[in-house]
């Protein structure tokens, strides 16, 4: 079967021949049928510096699957063929860094770490809840500790920040958002959004409870201290610049809390494909083709996307 391979930092991924897998004891096959692209796979062809993970080279990439059970291993007895699943990204085992992931038709995964997809979860819905819904969700409740009527702010709304403004929303959270692209200020507002800025700091009126910062860019994370309330709380799971400078008047006298997530939890999860199958919760998603994987990866890297990549790989 081909699978779109990483090789080496600054080159393409290749569309290499690989053998199809074999389930082992306590794991499964799993027949892809929908593979998000992820802005992390840019970091990992494009930064030296970017955190890798395992040994393996040439590595599949792909992390964000969803698919069906098409071979069970010795001793899985919680999962069936014909199950809808997706998998929880553990650092033990993540797909794309520490084994071959989802950018093919068949893929390996241990049983553990498998996660149900409800009945009415599209395929790329799924697939995308698999990392960005995830992340979105943990950043808000795990690390962000958000509770219901909290004022919460949402900085950068792209495909994480989408997915989170709606996810807040329906968590009950009283939603700002800031982002530089007035093209999705729209899509924001009926997203639920109460008020759609340019710079976090124009919501400092607001008090906001919690901010998180989807966009990392080292002057947002800055802002983020500047401008959340009095023993608020900043979250920043965004990484596009690896460095920031920020006030540390701002985190000592407002006794600010900083954090930085990392991940999910299944929990998590679990919570983004139950908002999915209520209909309630609907990414913007764009569908390519299995074979336009690589060139996706090249459009994600230019930035300027108002939704978020899925390659379709099964029927």
């Known amino acids: 079967m081909k699978a779109w391979q990483f090789t080496a930092v600054h080159e393409p991924l290749v569309l290499n021949e690989v053998a199809e897998p074999v389930a082992v004891p306590g794991e499964v096959v799993i027949d892809v049928k929908a593979a998000g692209l992820c802005h992390s796979d840019i970091g990992m062809l494009e930064d030296e510096n970017w955190p890798r993970h395992g040994s393996k080279n040439p590595i599949t990439l792909g992390h964000e699957i969803a698919g069906v059970i098409g071979e069970v291993g010795e001793g899985v007895t919680d999962w069936k063929t014909g199950d809808s699943v997706s998998v929880f990204l553990t650092y033990a085992s993540m797909p794309g860094h520490e084994r071959d992931g989802g950018y093919a038709p068949k893929m390996l995964a241990r049983a553990q770490d498998l996660i149900r997809i409800p009945t009415g979860v599209r395929w ?21 500790q958000a509770k219901p009527g909290d004022k919460v702010g949402i900085i950068g709304f792209g495909g994480l920040g989408q997915l989170a403004t709606r996810i807040a929303v329906l968590l009950g959270y009283e939603v700002y958002v800031a982002t530089r692209n007035q093209n999705v200020w729209a899509l924001a507002r009926e997203s639920g959004a109460q008020r759609i800025v340019t710079d976090i700091r124009e919501l400092a009126d607001e008090q906001l409870d919690v901010i998180v910062d989807f966009a990392g860019a080292g002057t947002t994370t800055a802002a983020a201290v500047d401008t959340v309330k009095r023993g608020g709380r900043v979250v920043l799971p965004g990484m596009a610049a690896l460095e920031t400078t920020i006030s540390t008047k701002s985190l000592i006298m407002k006794q600010v809390t900083l954090v930085g997530a990392l991940g999910a939890s299944p929990d998590a999860q679990r919570g983004v ?19 336009e994987i690589g060139t996706g990866l090249a459009r994600l890297s230019k930035g300027g996307l108002d939704a978020r990549l899925v390659a379709r790989i099964g029927d």
């Open 124 to 144: 790329e819905h799924a697939a995308v809840g698999a990392d960005a819904g995830a992340c979105s969700y943990h950043a808000l409740v795990g690390v962000g």
């Open 273 to 291: 494909y139950e908002l999915m199958a209520t209909g309630e919760l609907s990414p913007v998603t764009e569908t390519i083709a299995f074979e």
